[in-house]
Protein backbone atom coordinates (compact mmCIF):
# COMPACT_ATOMS: atom_id res chain seq x y z
CA UNK A 1 0.00 0.00 0.00
CA UNK A 2 1.55 3.58 -1.15
CA UNK A 3 2.06 6.24 1.23
CA UNK A 4 -0.47 8.42 -0.61
CA UNK A 5 -3.44 5.84 -0.71
CA UNK A 6 -2.56 5.32 3.24
CA UNK A 7 -2.81 9.28 3.82
CA UNK A 8 -5.87 9.62 1.42
CA UNK A 9 -8.10 6.93 3.67
CA UNK A 10 -6.71 8.82 6.79
CA UNK A 11 -7.81 11.98 5.80
CA UNK A 12 -10.99 10.73 3.56
CA UNK A 13 -12.25 9.43 7.47
CA UNK A 14 -11.93 13.18 8.71
CA UNK A 15 -13.68 14.56 6.14
CA UNK A 16 -10.71 16.15 4.16
CA UNK A 17 -11.70 14.45 0.52
CA UNK A 18 -9.58 17.69 -1.51
CA UNK A 19 -6.29 16.46 -0.10
CA UNK A 20 -6.70 14.02 -3.54
CA UNK A 21 -6.72 17.25 -5.50
CA UNK A 22 -3.40 18.22 -3.97
CA UNK A 23 0.12 18.03 -5.62
CA UNK A 24 2.11 14.91 -4.79
CA UNK A 25 4.79 16.96 -2.85
CA UNK A 26 2.40 18.56 -0.52
CA UNK A 27 0.14 14.99 0.70
CA UNK A 28 1.53 14.73 3.84
CA UNK A 29 0.12 18.39 6.28
CA UNK A 30 -0.02 15.28 9.11
CA UNK A 31 3.49 14.73 9.46
CA UNK A 32 4.54 18.17 9.34
CA UNK A 33 2.99 18.52 12.90
CA UNK A 34 5.46 18.14 16.24
CA UNK A 35 5.70 15.04 17.44
CA UNK A 36 3.89 15.99 20.92
CA UNK A 37 0.94 17.52 18.72
CA UNK A 38 0.27 14.41 16.72
CA UNK A 39 0.90 12.21 19.92
CA UNK A 40 -2.45 14.42 21.13
CA UNK A 41 -4.26 13.78 17.82
CA UNK A 42 -3.97 9.87 17.11
CA UNK A 43 -3.94 8.68 20.87
CA UNK A 44 -8.03 8.62 20.08
CA UNK A 45 -8.60 6.93 16.52
CA UNK A 46 -9.69 4.10 15.61
CA UNK A 47 -7.50 0.97 15.46
CA UNK A 48 -7.81 0.74 11.55
CA UNK A 49 -7.37 4.88 11.52
CA UNK A 50 -3.94 3.83 13.26
CA UNK A 51 -2.70 1.32 11.21
CA UNK A 52 -3.05 4.17 7.76
CA UNK A 53 -1.42 6.74 9.93
CA UNK A 54 1.03 4.68 10.77
CA UNK A 55 1.64 3.84 7.27
CA UNK A 56 2.59 7.37 5.86
CA UNK A 57 6.12 6.82 6.65
CA UNK A 58 9.06 5.63 8.98
CA UNK A 59 8.10 8.71 11.47
CA UNK A 60 4.54 8.39 11.48
CA UNK A 61 5.13 4.53 12.41
CA UNK A 62 7.72 5.51 14.93
CA UNK A 63 4.87 7.98 16.95
CA UNK A 64 2.05 5.24 16.42
CA UNK A 65 3.84 3.30 18.66
CA UNK A 66 4.62 5.28 21.59
CA UNK A 67 1.05 4.95 22.63
CA UNK A 68 0.32 2.26 24.73
CA UNK A 69 -2.29 0.68 22.84
CA UNK A 70 -4.67 -2.17 24.69
CA UNK A 71 -3.48 -5.28 23.68
CA UNK A 72 -5.04 -7.05 20.13
CA UNK A 73 -6.17 -10.44 19.33
CA UNK A 74 -4.62 -10.72 15.92
CA UNK A 75 -6.21 -13.44 13.26
CA UNK A 76 -5.13 -14.20 9.97
CA UNK A 77 -7.20 -15.77 7.64
CA UNK A 78 -4.11 -16.77 5.11
CA UNK A 79 -6.03 -17.42 1.78
CA UNK A 80 -6.73 -16.51 -1.89
CA UNK A 81 -8.53 -13.84 0.06
CA UNK A 82 -6.52 -12.81 2.75
CA UNK A 83 -8.21 -10.74 6.02
CA UNK A 84 -6.86 -9.91 8.80
CA UNK A 85 -9.07 -9.81 12.29
CA UNK A 86 -8.78 -7.68 15.47
CA UNK A 87 -9.96 -7.80 18.70
CA UNK A 88 -9.99 -6.13 22.06
CA UNK A 89 -10.95 -7.46 24.92
CA UNK A 90 -12.12 -4.43 26.80
CA UNK A 91 -14.27 -3.78 23.58
CA UNK A 92 -16.11 -6.83 22.85
CA UNK A 93 -19.25 -5.92 20.48
CA UNK A 94 -16.61 -4.34 18.08
CA UNK A 95 -14.49 -6.26 15.38
CA UNK A 96 -11.80 -4.88 12.91
CA UNK A 97 -11.11 -6.37 9.60
CA UNK A 98 -8.35 -5.40 6.91
CA UNK A 99 -9.35 -7.59 3.35
CA UNK A 100 -8.02 -7.60 0.12
CA UNK A 101 -10.22 -7.29 -3.49
CA UNK A 102 -9.52 -6.76 -6.70
CA UNK A 103 -12.93 -5.55 -8.09
CA UNK A 104 -13.80 -1.46 -8.17
CA UNK A 105 -15.07 0.59 -6.24
CA UNK A 106 -16.75 4.03 -6.56
CA UNK A 107 -15.06 5.71 -3.12
CA UNK A 108 -11.16 4.70 -4.79
CA UNK A 109 -9.24 2.19 -2.35
CA UNK A 110 -8.57 2.14 0.47
CA UNK A 111 -12.01 3.20 1.75
CA UNK A 112 -12.95 2.17 5.58
CA UNK A 113 -16.99 0.71 6.30
CA UNK A 114 -18.82 -0.04 9.32
CA UNK A 115 -21.08 -2.49 9.48
CA UNK A 116 -24.18 -3.15 12.25
CA UNK A 117 -24.85 -6.80 12.72
CA UNK A 118 -26.45 -7.62 15.83
CA UNK A 119 -25.02 -6.56 19.24
CA UNK A 120 -21.58 -6.24 16.93
CA UNK A 121 -20.35 -3.74 15.07
CA UNK A 122 -17.96 -4.44 12.21
CA UNK A 123 -15.17 -1.91 10.86
CA UNK A 124 -13.62 -3.16 7.56
CA UNK A 125 -11.00 -1.99 5.63
CA UNK A 126 -10.31 -2.70 1.89
CA UNK A 127 -7.24 -2.42 0.48
CA UNK A 128 -6.59 -2.80 -3.39
CA UNK A 129 -5.29 -6.41 -4.35
CA UNK A 130 -2.35 -6.01 -6.62
CA UNK A 131 -2.39 -9.89 -7.61
CA UNK A 132 -0.20 -10.15 -4.73
CA UNK A 133 -2.64 -10.19 -1.35
CA UNK A 134 -0.70 -12.72 0.40
CA UNK A 135 2.56 -11.14 0.69
CA UNK A 136 0.53 -8.33 1.56
CA UNK A 137 -1.26 -9.90 4.25
CA UNK A 138 2.28 -10.71 5.47
CA UNK A 139 3.49 -7.65 5.46
CA UNK A 140 0.55 -5.13 7.22
CA UNK A 141 0.52 -8.76 9.93
CA UNK A 142 3.75 -7.62 10.87
CA UNK A 143 3.22 -4.07 10.74
CA UNK A 144 0.45 -4.31 12.94
CA UNK A 145 1.71 -7.11 15.47
CA UNK A 146 5.01 -4.49 15.97
CA UNK A 147 2.41 -1.28 15.91
CA UNK A 148 0.33 -2.77 18.69
CA UNK A 149 2.85 -4.84 20.28
CA UNK A 150 0.22 -7.85 20.17
CA UNK A 151 1.29 -11.31 18.87
CA UNK A 152 -0.83 -13.13 15.96
CA UNK A 153 -3.43 -14.88 18.75
CA UNK A 154 -4.99 -17.48 15.91
CA UNK A 155 -3.33 -18.03 12.24
CA UNK A 156 -5.70 -20.27 9.04
CA UNK A 157 -3.28 -21.18 6.72
CA UNK A 158 -4.37 -22.49 3.08
CA UNK A 159 -0.93 -21.59 1.39
CA UNK A 160 2.22 -23.30 2.40
CA UNK A 161 4.37 -20.31 1.92
CA UNK A 162 2.43 -19.46 5.37
CA UNK A 163 4.01 -22.25 7.38
CA UNK A 164 7.76 -21.13 6.27
CA UNK A 165 6.80 -17.23 7.30
CA UNK A 166 4.97 -18.13 10.51
CA UNK A 167 8.06 -20.19 11.82
CA UNK A 168 9.99 -17.52 11.07
CA UNK A 169 8.15 -14.53 12.14
CA UNK A 170 6.26 -15.84 15.25
CA UNK A 171 6.92 -19.44 16.03
CA UNK A 172 4.96 -19.34 19.19
CA UNK A 173 1.54 -19.17 18.80
CA UNK A 174 -2.23 -20.17 20.56
CA UNK A 175 -3.95 -21.22 17.71
CA UNK A 176 -3.53 -22.71 13.65
CA UNK A 177 -5.55 -24.06 11.28
CA UNK A 178 -4.17 -25.82 8.81
CA UNK A 179 -6.52 -26.61 5.53
CA UNK A 180 -6.52 -29.40 2.96
CA UNK A 181 -3.55 -30.52 1.19
CA UNK A 182 -1.64 -27.47 1.89
CA UNK A 183 0.86 -30.10 3.79
CA UNK A 184 2.16 -31.94 0.69
CA UNK A 185 5.40 -33.88 1.95
CA UNK A 186 6.54 -35.55 4.59
CA UNK A 187 9.34 -32.49 5.49
CA UNK A 188 6.74 -30.05 5.57
CA UNK A 189 4.22 -32.06 8.30
CA UNK A 190 7.75 -32.55 10.38
CA UNK A 191 8.46 -28.83 10.10
CA UNK A 192 5.27 -27.71 11.30
CA UNK A 193 5.37 -30.17 14.32
CA UNK A 194 9.02 -29.63 15.27
CA UNK A 195 9.38 -25.81 14.87
CA UNK A 196 5.70 -24.55 15.70
CA UNK A 197 4.82 -24.16 19.53
CA UNK A 198 0.99 -24.12 19.22
CA UNK A 199 -0.10 -23.46 23.07
CA UNK A 200 -3.69 -23.77 22.86
CA UNK A 201 -5.29 -25.51 19.24
CA UNK A 202 -4.14 -27.22 16.67
CA UNK A 203 -6.37 -27.99 13.39
CA UNK A 204 -4.92 -29.99 10.68
CA UNK A 205 -6.97 -30.97 7.07
CA UNK A 206 -6.23 -33.74 4.91
CA UNK A 207 -2.33 -33.72 4.13
CA UNK A 208 -1.71 -34.72 0.35
CA UNK A 209 1.08 -37.20 1.25
CA UNK A 210 1.81 -40.91 0.44
CA UNK A 211 -1.52 -42.70 1.43
CA UNK A 212 0.98 -45.48 3.55
CA UNK A 213 3.01 -42.94 4.99
CA UNK A 214 2.62 -43.60 9.31
CA UNK A 215 3.42 -40.97 11.65
CA UNK A 216 4.21 -42.69 14.95
CA UNK A 217 5.84 -39.66 17.26
CA UNK A 218 3.48 -37.13 19.32
CA UNK A 219 1.87 -34.10 18.39
CA UNK A 220 3.57 -31.80 20.94
CA UNK A 221 -0.11 -29.50 21.06
CA UNK A 222 -2.62 -29.24 23.82
CA UNK A 223 -5.33 -29.42 21.82
CA UNK A 224 -5.67 -31.26 18.36
CA UNK A 225 -7.97 -32.21 15.44
CA UNK A 226 -7.18 -33.66 12.35
CA UNK A 227 -9.31 -33.68 9.58
CA UNK A 228 -8.22 -37.10 8.00
CA UNK A 229 -6.03 -39.38 10.32
CA UNK A 230 -5.77 -42.28 8.93
CA UNK A 231 -1.47 -41.52 9.01
CA UNK A 232 -1.94 -41.11 12.73
CA UNK A 233 -0.30 -44.57 14.30
CA UNK A 234 -1.43 -45.98 17.92
CA UNK A 235 2.18 -44.60 19.06
CA UNK A 236 1.74 -41.20 18.29
CA UNK A 237 -1.61 -41.01 20.57
CA UNK A 238 -0.22 -43.47 23.86
CA UNK A 239 3.01 -41.26 23.50
CA UNK A 240 1.39 -37.52 23.48
CA UNK A 241 0.72 -35.03 26.05
CA UNK A 242 -2.35 -33.74 24.88
CA UNK A 243 -5.54 -32.71 26.53
CA UNK A 244 -8.25 -33.35 23.87
CA UNK A 245 -7.89 -35.29 20.71
CA UNK A 246 -10.31 -35.63 17.76
CA UNK A 247 -9.83 -37.72 14.80
CA UNK A 248 -11.73 -38.12 12.16
CA UNK A 249 -11.29 -41.11 9.38
CA UNK A 250 -9.10 -42.89 11.53
CA UNK A 251 -7.35 -46.31 10.16
CA UNK A 252 -7.25 -47.27 14.47
CA UNK A 253 -8.36 -50.57 15.18
CA UNK A 254 -10.92 -51.55 17.72
CA UNK A 255 -7.65 -53.02 19.15
CA UNK A 256 -5.79 -49.85 19.40
CA UNK A 257 -8.74 -47.95 20.93
CA UNK A 258 -8.69 -50.58 23.21
CA UNK A 259 -4.75 -50.03 24.33
CA UNK A 260 -5.53 -46.34 24.28
CA UNK A 261 -8.49 -46.76 26.77
CA UNK A 262 -7.12 -48.58 28.99
CA UNK A 263 -4.10 -46.58 28.88
CA UNK A 264 -6.26 -44.02 29.44
CA UNK A 265 -7.97 -45.23 32.64
CA UNK A 266 -4.83 -46.64 34.36
CA UNK A 267 -2.88 -43.31 34.06
CA UNK A 268 0.35 -44.95 32.49
CA UNK A 269 0.22 -42.82 29.67
CA UNK A 270 -2.03 -40.04 28.49
CA UNK A 271 -2.20 -38.32 32.00
CA UNK A 272 -2.98 -34.86 30.54
CA UNK A 273 -5.85 -36.36 28.54
CA UNK A 274 -9.66 -35.12 29.20
CA UNK A 275 -11.44 -35.29 25.73
CA UNK A 276 -10.77 -37.97 23.17
CA UNK A 277 -12.88 -38.56 19.72
CA UNK A 278 -12.09 -40.89 17.64
CA UNK A 279 -14.10 -41.44 14.10
CA UNK A 280 -13.17 -44.62 12.03
CA UNK A 281 -14.99 -46.25 8.72
CA UNK A 282 -15.37 -50.09 9.15
CA UNK A 283 -16.54 -53.05 7.75
CA UNK A 284 -16.87 -54.67 11.15
CA UNK A 285 -19.99 -54.82 13.18
CA UNK A 286 -20.79 -51.99 14.95
CA UNK A 287 -21.76 -54.23 17.87
CA UNK A 288 -18.52 -56.64 17.49
CA UNK A 289 -16.52 -53.40 17.29
CA UNK A 290 -17.51 -51.79 20.47
CA UNK A 291 -17.31 -55.11 22.16
CA UNK A 292 -13.69 -55.13 21.25
CA UNK A 293 -13.05 -51.74 21.83
CA UNK A 294 -14.27 -51.75 25.54
CA UNK A 295 -12.45 -55.29 26.27
CA UNK A 296 -11.54 -55.68 30.15
CA UNK A 297 -12.45 -52.26 30.77
CA UNK A 298 -13.08 -50.88 33.82
CA UNK A 299 -16.27 -48.86 33.91
CA UNK A 300 -16.89 -46.90 37.31
CA UNK A 301 -19.20 -44.19 38.33
CA UNK A 302 -17.98 -40.59 39.87
CA UNK A 303 -19.56 -38.47 41.87
CA UNK A 304 -17.70 -35.42 40.87
CA UNK A 305 -14.96 -33.54 42.93
CA UNK A 306 -15.50 -32.87 46.38
CA UNK A 307 -13.15 -30.04 46.68
CA UNK A 308 -11.00 -31.56 49.37
CA UNK A 309 -7.48 -31.46 48.29
CA UNK A 310 -6.09 -32.55 52.20
CA UNK A 311 -7.92 -35.54 52.50
CA UNK A 312 -7.16 -36.52 48.46
CA UNK A 313 -3.20 -36.06 49.33
CA UNK A 314 -3.47 -38.53 52.19
CA UNK A 315 -5.37 -41.82 50.26
CA UNK A 316 -2.71 -40.70 47.63
CA UNK A 317 -0.25 -41.16 49.80
CA UNK A 318 -1.21 -44.80 51.11
CA UNK A 319 0.40 -46.69 48.27
CA UNK A 320 1.03 -46.84 44.78
CA UNK A 321 -2.55 -47.74 43.53
CA UNK A 322 -4.07 -45.28 46.01
CA UNK A 323 -1.93 -42.41 44.03
CA UNK A 324 -2.81 -44.23 40.39
CA UNK A 325 -6.92 -43.81 41.99
CA UNK A 326 -6.81 -40.86 43.32
CA UNK A 327 -5.32 -39.48 39.57
CA UNK A 328 -7.79 -40.92 37.77
CA UNK A 329 -10.53 -38.32 39.18
CA UNK A 330 -10.74 -34.94 36.95
CA UNK A 331 -9.83 -32.59 39.97
CA UNK A 332 -10.55 -28.32 39.45
CA UNK A 333 -7.10 -27.09 38.48
CA UNK A 334 -5.35 -25.89 42.04
CA UNK A 335 -3.00 -22.63 42.51
CA UNK A 336 -0.30 -24.23 44.80
CA UNK A 337 2.20 -21.39 46.56
CA UNK A 338 5.61 -23.46 47.96
CA UNK A 339 7.05 -21.36 50.94
CA UNK A 340 10.46 -23.13 51.13
CA UNK A 341 12.39 -22.44 54.52
CA UNK A 342 13.21 -23.92 57.58
CA UNK A 343 9.56 -24.45 58.19
CA UNK A 344 8.16 -25.33 54.84
CA UNK A 345 4.51 -24.50 53.84
CA UNK A 346 2.74 -25.51 51.01
CA UNK A 347 -0.67 -23.55 50.49
CA UNK A 348 -3.24 -24.33 48.23
CA UNK A 349 -6.10 -22.10 46.51
CA UNK A 350 -9.20 -23.46 44.06
CA UNK A 351 -10.62 -20.80 41.80
CA UNK A 352 -14.22 -22.48 42.35
CA UNK A 353 -13.91 -22.34 46.24
CA UNK A 354 -11.51 -18.28 47.16
CA UNK A 355 -13.30 -18.64 50.62
CA UNK A 356 -11.16 -22.08 51.24
CA UNK A 357 -7.56 -21.80 51.87
CA UNK A 358 -6.18 -25.96 52.62
CA UNK A 359 -1.95 -25.97 53.87
CA UNK A 360 0.16 -28.46 54.40
CA UNK A 361 3.03 -27.46 56.97
CA UNK A 362 5.61 -29.44 59.17
CA UNK A 363 5.66 -29.62 63.52
CA UNK A 364 8.00 -30.84 65.38
CA UNK A 365 6.24 -30.83 68.79
CA UNK A 366 4.51 -33.48 70.07
CA UNK A 367 0.41 -33.59 70.15
CA UNK A 368 -1.97 -35.83 71.77
CA UNK A 369 -3.14 -37.05 68.26
CA UNK A 370 -0.12 -37.98 66.70
CA UNK A 371 0.50 -36.82 63.28
CA UNK A 372 -0.76 -36.44 60.73
CA UNK A 373 -3.80 -34.08 61.86
CA UNK A 374 -6.22 -32.08 60.37
CA UNK A 375 -7.20 -28.53 62.15
CA UNK A 376 -9.65 -26.08 60.35
CA UNK A 377 -9.85 -22.36 61.39
CA UNK A 378 -12.44 -19.94 60.82
CA UNK A 379 -10.82 -16.68 59.67
CA UNK A 380 -13.61 -13.38 59.01
CA UNK A 381 -15.10 -14.81 55.12
CA UNK A 382 -12.18 -17.85 54.81
CA UNK A 383 -11.67 -21.25 56.56
CA UNK A 384 -8.27 -22.66 56.36
CA UNK A 385 -7.95 -26.29 56.33
CA UNK A 386 -4.58 -27.09 58.09
CA UNK A 387 -2.52 -30.55 57.67
CA UNK A 388 0.43 -30.97 59.70
CA UNK A 389 2.78 -33.47 59.26
CA UNK A 390 5.98 -34.63 61.55
CA UNK A 391 9.10 -32.51 60.92
CA UNK A 392 11.71 -35.77 60.62
CA UNK A 393 14.48 -33.06 60.61
CA UNK A 394 14.50 -32.96 57.06
CA UNK A 395 11.23 -30.63 55.82
CA UNK A 396 13.04 -29.19 53.03
CA UNK A 397 12.93 -32.24 51.38
CA UNK A 398 10.08 -33.47 52.30
CA UNK A 399 8.33 -30.69 51.25
CA UNK A 400 9.89 -31.05 47.95
CA UNK A 401 8.99 -34.74 47.26
CA UNK A 402 4.77 -33.50 48.53
CA UNK A 403 4.81 -30.62 45.99
CA UNK A 404 5.68 -33.14 43.20
CA UNK A 405 3.04 -35.42 44.86
CA UNK A 406 0.56 -33.17 44.61
CA UNK A 407 1.49 -31.58 41.20
CA UNK A 408 1.20 -34.89 39.78
CA UNK A 409 -2.18 -35.80 41.68
CA UNK A 410 -4.18 -33.18 40.88
CA UNK A 411 -2.14 -31.97 37.53
CA UNK A 412 -1.62 -28.65 38.48
CA UNK A 413 2.13 -26.57 38.35
CA UNK A 414 3.29 -24.60 41.39
CA UNK A 415 2.18 -20.79 40.87
CA UNK A 416 4.75 -19.54 43.12
CA UNK A 417 7.32 -20.32 45.47
CA UNK A 418 9.38 -18.38 48.55
CA UNK A 419 12.72 -19.96 48.40
CA UNK A 420 14.84 -19.45 51.83
CA UNK A 421 16.98 -22.51 50.80
CA UNK A 422 19.84 -22.66 47.65
CA UNK A 423 19.23 -26.61 47.11
CA UNK A 424 15.59 -25.31 46.19
CA UNK A 425 16.75 -23.55 43.28
CA UNK A 426 18.47 -26.33 41.33
CA UNK A 427 15.35 -28.55 42.21
CA UNK A 428 12.67 -26.13 40.87
CA UNK A 429 14.95 -25.52 37.41
CA UNK A 430 14.96 -29.32 37.11
CA UNK A 431 11.56 -29.89 38.22
CA UNK A 432 9.48 -27.19 36.82
CA UNK A 433 11.74 -24.53 35.15
CA UNK A 434 8.80 -22.42 34.20
CA UNK A 435 6.75 -20.38 36.96
CA UNK A 436 4.72 -17.23 37.29
CA UNK A 437 6.20 -15.98 40.73
CA UNK A 438 9.21 -16.46 42.61
CA UNK A 439 11.04 -14.78 45.97
CA UNK A 440 14.35 -15.64 46.74
CA UNK A 441 15.49 -14.38 50.12
CA UNK A 442 18.51 -12.78 51.67
CA UNK A 443 22.05 -14.55 50.61
CA UNK A 444 20.49 -17.46 49.06
CA UNK A 445 22.71 -16.70 45.81
CA UNK A 446 25.90 -16.77 47.38
CA UNK A 447 27.89 -17.16 44.18
CA UNK A 448 28.43 -15.98 40.13
CA UNK A 449 27.41 -19.44 39.27
CA UNK A 450 23.84 -19.59 41.09
CA UNK A 451 23.06 -15.96 39.72
CA UNK A 452 24.04 -17.45 36.07
CA UNK A 453 22.13 -20.39 36.82
CA UNK A 454 18.63 -18.55 37.42
CA UNK A 455 19.09 -15.78 34.71
CA UNK A 456 19.68 -18.87 32.34
CA UNK A 457 17.20 -21.70 33.41
CA UNK A 458 14.39 -20.31 34.90
CA UNK A 459 11.17 -18.53 33.54
CA UNK A 460 9.33 -16.60 35.39
CA UNK A 461 6.24 -15.16 33.76
CA UNK A 462 4.90 -12.88 36.02
CA UNK A 463 7.04 -11.55 39.22
CA UNK A 464 10.77 -11.78 40.26
CA UNK A 465 11.52 -10.61 43.60
CA UNK A 466 15.20 -10.80 45.22
CA UNK A 467 16.66 -9.73 48.14
CA UNK A 468 20.45 -8.90 48.99
CA UNK A 469 22.70 -11.45 47.25
CA UNK A 470 25.88 -12.87 49.04
CA UNK A 471 28.21 -12.15 45.97
CA UNK A 472 31.53 -10.00 45.98
CA UNK A 473 30.72 -6.54 46.16
CA UNK A 474 32.47 -5.61 43.10
CA UNK A 475 29.87 -7.85 41.16
CA UNK A 476 28.24 -6.08 38.47
CA UNK A 477 25.19 -7.92 36.26
CA UNK A 478 25.14 -6.33 32.97
CA UNK A 479 22.46 -9.16 31.58
CA UNK A 480 18.89 -8.38 31.05
CA UNK A 481 16.81 -9.68 33.64
CA UNK A 482 13.89 -11.82 31.71
CA UNK A 483 10.99 -11.15 34.03
CA UNK A 484 8.19 -9.12 33.05
CA UNK A 485 8.38 -7.56 36.51
CA UNK A 486 11.34 -7.69 38.92
CA UNK A 487 12.05 -6.28 42.16
CA UNK A 488 15.30 -5.94 43.83
CA UNK A 489 15.87 -4.69 47.56
CA UNK A 490 19.75 -4.49 47.45
CA UNK A 491 20.49 -3.54 43.81
CA UNK A 492 23.91 -1.93 43.97
CA UNK A 493 24.83 -4.75 41.79
CA UNK A 494 22.51 -3.95 38.80
CA UNK A 495 23.94 -1.86 35.81
CA UNK A 496 22.67 0.84 33.48
CA UNK A 497 22.86 -1.87 30.60
CA UNK A 498 20.87 -4.77 32.41
CA UNK A 499 18.31 -2.06 32.72
CA UNK A 500 18.04 -0.70 29.19
CA UNK A 501 18.37 -4.33 27.23
CA UNK A 502 15.54 -5.94 29.53
CA UNK A 503 11.93 -5.74 27.96
CA UNK A 504 10.69 -5.95 31.49
CA UNK A 505 7.21 -4.05 32.58
CA UNK A 506 7.66 -3.48 35.63
CA UNK A 507 11.18 -2.85 37.18
CA UNK A 508 11.62 -1.67 40.81
CA UNK A 509 15.51 -1.09 42.04
CA UNK A 510 15.94 -0.98 45.88
CA UNK A 511 19.57 0.54 47.40
CA UNK A 512 20.72 1.31 43.66
CA UNK A 513 23.79 2.37 43.15
CA UNK A 514 22.88 3.74 39.44
CA UNK A 515 23.98 7.55 38.76
CA UNK A 516 21.83 10.27 38.06
CA UNK A 517 23.48 10.67 34.86
CA UNK A 518 22.37 6.73 34.24
CA UNK A 519 18.62 7.36 35.65
CA UNK A 520 18.72 10.18 33.38
CA UNK A 521 20.10 7.54 30.50
CA UNK A 522 17.20 5.09 31.16
CA UNK A 523 14.30 8.14 31.10
CA UNK A 524 15.72 9.48 27.85
CA UNK A 525 15.62 5.63 26.25
CA UNK A 526 12.21 5.43 27.95
CA UNK A 527 10.58 8.59 26.88
CA UNK A 528 12.39 7.80 22.85
CA UNK A 529 10.69 4.05 22.80
CA UNK A 530 14.12 3.17 21.33
CA UNK A 531 14.58 0.91 23.98
CA UNK A 532 12.13 0.02 27.32
CA UNK A 533 9.23 -0.50 24.86
CA UNK A 534 7.43 -2.55 27.50
CA UNK A 535 8.46 -0.33 30.08
CA UNK A 536 4.60 0.47 32.45
CA UNK A 537 6.77 1.67 36.28
CA UNK A 538 10.34 2.15 37.35
CA UNK A 539 10.89 3.16 40.57
CA UNK A 540 14.76 3.69 41.57
CA UNK A 541 15.49 4.10 45.46
CA UNK A 542 18.93 4.98 45.86
CA UNK A 543 20.36 5.10 49.59
CA UNK A 544 23.01 8.05 48.96
CA UNK A 545 19.82 10.90 48.23
CA UNK A 546 18.74 10.46 51.95
CA UNK A 547 21.74 12.48 53.65
CA UNK A 548 20.98 15.09 50.59
CA UNK A 549 21.09 18.48 51.34
CA UNK A 550 18.24 20.87 49.93
CA UNK A 551 20.73 22.11 47.37
CA UNK A 552 22.10 18.41 46.62
CA UNK A 553 18.14 17.20 45.74
CA UNK A 554 17.85 19.82 43.54
CA UNK A 555 21.06 19.12 41.77
CA UNK A 556 20.06 15.34 41.65
CA UNK A 557 16.86 16.18 40.30
CA UNK A 558 18.30 18.84 37.87
CA UNK A 559 20.63 16.03 36.34
CA UNK A 560 18.63 13.41 36.64
CA UNK A 561 15.75 15.18 34.28
CA UNK A 562 18.15 17.06 32.24
CA UNK A 563 16.84 17.28 28.74
CA UNK A 564 13.54 15.41 28.98
CA UNK A 565 10.84 16.51 27.79
CA UNK A 566 8.20 17.22 30.52
CA UNK A 567 4.57 16.78 30.37
CA UNK A 568 1.62 17.49 32.46
CA UNK A 569 -0.96 14.75 32.91
CA UNK A 570 -3.72 14.00 34.67
CA UNK A 571 -3.11 10.43 35.96
CA UNK A 572 -1.52 7.06 34.02
CA UNK A 573 -2.19 6.64 30.43
CA UNK A 574 0.23 3.95 30.34
CA UNK A 575 2.55 6.40 27.96
CA UNK A 576 6.30 6.56 28.96
CA UNK A 577 6.46 9.71 27.11
CA UNK A 578 4.64 11.31 29.83
CA UNK A 579 7.24 11.76 31.87
Not at 96 to 121: M, N
Not at 239 to 262: Q, V
Not at 505 to 527: A, H, M, V, Y
Request: proline share 4%; net charge neutral; glycine share 4%.
Amino acid sequence: MSVHAAETALLQSFGQLDIQNKPQKHQSPLLKLSRVVLLECIEHLDYLEIILFSLLSKRAKTIAKFIRWNPLTVLLKANSQSAIQLRCSINPGRIWEIVYEKKDASSGYSYIKSILAGPRVFYCLTLRDHENAIEDSKQMTEHICEVFRSPISGIEIAEESFIEWLIKFQPTIRCVTIRKNVVTSVETLYRVLNNLIVTEYFWLGSIAIDENFQYLEPIPYRSIAIKDSSWVGLPSILNGINSIICLFESNLTAEDINTILKEWQMRTKLQNLDYLRIDICTLLDAGIFIETAVKRLEVTLSDGNDGRPTKVIILSLLSKRAKAIAKLVRWNSLNILLQANSKPVIQLKCSINPGRIWKIVYGKKEVSSGYPYFKSILAGPRVFYRLTLRDHENAIEDSKQMTEHICEVFRSPISSIQIAEQSLIEWLINFQPTIRYVSIRKDVVTSVGIWERILNNLKVTEHFWLESIAIDENFQCTESIPSRSITITDSSWVTLPSILNGNNSTIRLFGSKLSPKDINTILKEWQMGTKLQNLEYLEIKTPAIETFTRQDVENYTFEVLKDLRLTESDGNEGRPMEV
